[in-house]
């Protein structure tokens, strides 16, 4: 699966961003996708997971309440919407495609290229 992952930008604490990802390939409706981030010096961070129909999705604790995975899989496309922006949400945000539920990224197969998200205090 190949992945394109857009909505990045600036937007103040407080504010809202919505991410996209964009797959191509037949395999996409039988993936988990994954969103992950990465703010500069430190690992990547796993954020959420969502199953192949849409109908299964963790978050992780920092984000839970904030942040909400969903995809459509007649537009190939998964999404992050982003509420309540923190300065330390400042990262690179990836899309990821992968066989199984993970919060681990050795588990994703694919990623998409990032979109960066700064939010400003």
């Known amino acids: 699966v190949q992945l394109q992952a857009s909505g990045g930008g600036l937007v103040q604490a407080g504010g809202s961003l919505s991410l996209s990802c964009l797959a191509s390939g037949r395999t996409f409706s039988s993936a988990v996708m994954g969103w992950f981030r990465q703010a500069p010096g430190k690992e990547r961070e796993f954020l959420a997971y969502i199953n192949q129909s849409g109908g299964i999705t963790a978050h992780a604790n920092s984000v839970k309440g904030r942040f909400t995975i969903s995809r459509d899989n007649a537009k190939n496309a998964v999404y992050l919407q982003m509420n309540s922006l923190k300065p330390e949400d400042t990262a690179v945000y990836y899309c990821?495609?992968?066989?199984?539920?993970?919060?681990?990224?050795?588990?994703?197969?694919?990623w998409g290229q990032g979109t960066l998200v700064t939010v400003s205090s």
């Open positions: 990821a495609a992968g066989p199984r539920f993970s919060t681990a990224a050795m588990a994703y197969s694919d």
